[in-house]
Every structure is written in structure tokens, then in C-alpha cells.
């Protein structure tokens, strides 16, 4: 019994580390880079985290598991900036080459789908409406294939949500370009975008500032401006860990004075 015990441990942990070469790469500096990348992009140190997946993209530049986190990591970038369109050209553009390569390379990993929506789309709201129309089906698209592969991420859930609340959100005139470009629309609804944002807020523990902002703007939409509040309220009763957040809670504070 002890034997096969022995055996069975061997095999585990001969799989595992087939599974870790297979990941990370050959290169054991590989995977300490994306190791560290990951930790951390977990706390919120995004400017070291970026350092640290460029310096494996140098090691290994045809990894696709590299390339979706340098994707990953020109968004944390601009996400920490969002009213600064510079920063938002300068790394966005880069972002997607990467997430599209991943895509093309390995159609099989979830990560390179979610950032192509996520860059794609904010590529969109750089370019302007008709842009921003024409990329939103592929928004869709990929983030469905995220969420297919990879049903537990909430952030795929929220891009959903946004996706819905921007083409619910879309004016007279940006339908007219939408009817121009496409013969049917796509198809949002602000109701959509409240159980998108339901959902990944519940993924998360039910206390992400993100979410909260989206499912208090949405509700805000819907006209029900008492659910609103309670959404938004509870938004900044949360710690915020990073500039984007605290970016979020400004905007909370704001829409809770129009209310």
C-alpha cells in the first residue's frame, strides 16, 4: 500500500509540473516572472507587475500565457487613468496586439478572449461612436467565449453588463448610425446590464466597488432611484486599494448628489 502510494504521488506530481511547463514554458525564470506578475497584479501594484511580464515577453515572446497577462497589464495601466486619453492610447493599442495574438495562438485560454473584449471595446469609446458600434459585436463575442471558458471570472460577467448598458445607453442620433452601419442593432437592455453586474458582484463576495458603480448607474437608467442609492452607498462603505477605485467612489459620490 505504501508503494502505491509513493507511485501515485510521483505521478501527481510529475502532471503537475507538466501542467507548469506547459503554462510557464520551459524557462523555470518564466514562470518565477509570471509567478510574481500575478502576485502582484493580486495587489494591486500594477507598475511592478507590468515590469515583471515584460521581462518574461523578452524570455518567451510567443507564450500566450504571457501574452494575455501583458494584455492584462496594459489595462490595469490605463484603467488607473480613465480620463486621461494619452494614457489610454498609449496602452490600449499595445494591450490588444497582445490579447489578439493570444487569441489567434491559443483560442483555448480564457484570458486572451476577455481582454480582447475589454481593449476592443475601450478602443471603440477611444475612436468614437460608429467605432465604438462596429467593435461592440466583437465585445460580445469574445467575452461570451471568456465566460463559456472560464464561468467563475466576474470580471467577464461585468464587461457583459457594460456591453448591455452601453447600446441601451445609445442616443437618436448613435441608433441612426447604428441602423446606417448595421440593419439590426444590437440588441441591451439596462435590465440585462443589472444581472450582468448582479452576477459578477455576487462572484466577487458581494462587495466590489466596480460592480456596485455599474449596478447603481444602471438602476439609476431603470428610474429606480432608491435601489440606486443603497447601491451607491454601499459602493463607498468598501476600502478602496487603488486608484481606479477610488476614481469609482468619486463618481458614486457624484451621482449620489443628483439623486
Not at 505521478?11 to 506578475?37: R, S
Not at 515590469?51 to 494584455?71: F, G, H, S
Request: hydrophobic fraction near 40%; aromatic fraction near 8%; charge should be negative.
Amino acid at each position: 500500500m505504501r508503494k502505491l502510494n509513493m507511485r501515485t504521488l510521483v505521478l501527481g506530481f510529475t502532471a503537475f509540473l507538466l501542467c507548469l511547463a506547459v503554462a510557464f514554458g520551459q524557462n523555470p525564470e518564466v514562470a518565477k516572472l509570471i509567478k510574481a506578475n500575478d502576485d502582484l497584479n493580486d495587489q494591486n501594484d500594477y507598475v511592478t507587475a507590468f515590469k515583471k511580464i515584460m521581462e518574461a515577453d523578452k524570455l518567451e515572446p510567443d507564450n500566450p500565457q504571457i501574452m494575455w497577462r501583458v494584455a492584462r497589464a496594459y489595462f490595469n495601466i490605463a484603467d488607473q487613468s480613465p480620463d486621461d486619453e494619452a494614457v489610454q492610447k498609449a496602452n490600449m493599442y499595445p494591450g490588444f496586439e497582445y490579447a489578439k495574438r493570444c487569441v489567434e495562438k491559443a483560442p483555448e485560454i480564457a484570458g486572451g478572449h476577455q481582454y480582447y473584449a475589454i481593449l476592443i471595446g475601450r478602443i471603440g469609446e477611444i475612436e468614437g461612436t460608429k467605432q465604438k458600434i462596429e467593435n461592440s459585436y466583437a465585445v460580445r463575442e469574445h467575452t461570451l467565449i471568456a465566460i463559456d471558458l472560464d464561468p467563475e471570472n466576474d470580471s467577464n460577467y461585468h464587461v457583459m453588463g457594460r456591453w448591455n448598458y452601453a447600446l441601451a445607453d445609445l442616443s437618436w442620433v448613435e441608433r441612426k448610425i447604428a441602423s446606417i452601419i448595421y440593419a439590426t442593432p444590437p440588441d441591451a437592455t439596462f435590465e440585462e446590464a443589472v444581472e450582468f453586474f448582479t452576477k459578477a458582484n455576487e462572484i466577487a463576495g458581494g462587495d466590489d466597488i466596480r460592480h456596485l458603480l455599474w449596478m447603481g448607474k444602471s438602476s439609476i437608467k431603470l428610474e429606480k432611484k432608491d435601489l440606486a442609492k443603497k447601491i451607491l452607498q454601499a459602493s463607498l462603505k468598501i476600502k478602496a486599494a487603488t486608484d481606479g477605485e477610488r476614481s469609482m467612489q468619486k463618481e458614486a459620490q457624484e451621482l449620489l448628489k443628483k439623486l
